[in-house]
């Protein structure tokens, strides 16, 4: 028996305006991807948008010298350079840097061995870790300038002094944030470590500095300010005891002799050596390790 029409559109659904999908019709010639101009191309490159930054401020640093007019006070920027120029082509620059940036790795070097033993101590038994957190407390906030009177008497004026201030100013930053990336290693990767039989130094070489190399990168880019700093600060003191010494010397020399602009040149070449080490050094190890490995953006 055929259905009566009333019965057959009870069944059929309901249509809706809204649901009712209408065709478009798509547009061959539309753009995709807009092609970027030229100065959106310029904007996306790291290290222009930086020379950008410090060209402006060599610009205001001009300006307002200018402005001031007063060179005891605050030199051109274009004097600072020309100081710069002559100290290190006519004078003793080169040599003086060369002199600071040898001790520093000195004090570097031996403030990160002694960093490692440490850690490693405090990862293989709870009393190590004890000492290490009682150490990094009760050293870590002590400035590392406040113990060179001690080094003069331990130590006598000369390189040991120096190098002993500079451990101290690595040792407990680099210690404390490699302590705290290996602790932080979750504990499926341990598990997985584990699962492959990894264990002693394979296991930490394997699975741990590679999660914690992070917070073990954050610990040298700590440390290596610190010990740059507080070099500087110590050659300035060594610099009036024994009238040697590396940039901070020049630094205190030409300000006896009130040569500003060379000491705002020195202060130029702290700051230049400060930018090498972060974008060639460490920008380049944080690109190949973490940022290639995916754990930074």
């Known amino acids: 028996m055929a259905e009566s029409p009333t019965r057959a559109s009870e069944k059929m659904p309901m249509m809706r305006d809204e649901f009712i999908r209408q065709e478009i019709q798509a547009n061959l010639d539309t753009v995709v991807q807009k092609p970027l101009t030229l100065w959106e191309k310029l904007y996306n490159i790291t290290s222009l948008r930086k020379i950008a930054i410090l060209v402006l401020l060599a610009v205001i640093w001009q300006v307002y010298s200018s402005h001031l007019n007063n060179p005891l006070l605050m030199p051109k920027f274009s004097s600072t350079v020309a100081a710069l120029y002559d100290a290190l082509f006519h004078g003793e620059l080169f040599t003086q840097v060369g002199y600071s940036i040898r001790v520093l790795l000195m004090g570097y070097a031996s403030g990160l061995a002694l960093a490692t033993v440490l850690v490693i101590t405090a990862m293989t038994s709870r009393i190590g870790n004890d000492f290490l957190e009682t150490l990094t407390s009760m050293f870590n906030p002590l400035p590392a300038i406040a113990l060179l009177p001690l080094a003069l008497i331990w130590f006598g004026l000369g390189n040991g002094s120096m190098v002993f201030v500079l451990i101290h100013s690595v040792l407990w930053s680099v210690a404390l944030n490699t302590h705290s990336g290996f602790q932080s290693v979750s ?111």
């Not at 610990?219 to 024994?242: C, P």
């Open 187 to 297: 504990g499926t990767l341990r598990m997985v470590g584990r699962n492959y039989g990894l264990s002693g130094f394979r296991y930490i070489i394997k699975i741990l500095i590679p999660a914690a190399f992070p917070s073990i990168l954050t610990g040298l880019k700590i440390g290596w300010a610190f010990a740059w700093r507080t070099l500087i600060a110590a050659e300035l003191v060594f610099g009036v005891s024994s009238g040697s010494g590396g940039l901070g010397w020049f630094i205190y020399e030409n300000k006896n002799e009130l040569n500003i602009a060379y000491v705002f040149a020195g202060l130029f070449t702290v700051i230049i050596i400060g930018l090498a080490v972060e974008n060639l050094i460490f920008r380049n190890i944080e690109a190949r390790t973490v940022r290639k490995w995916g754990m930074q953006q």
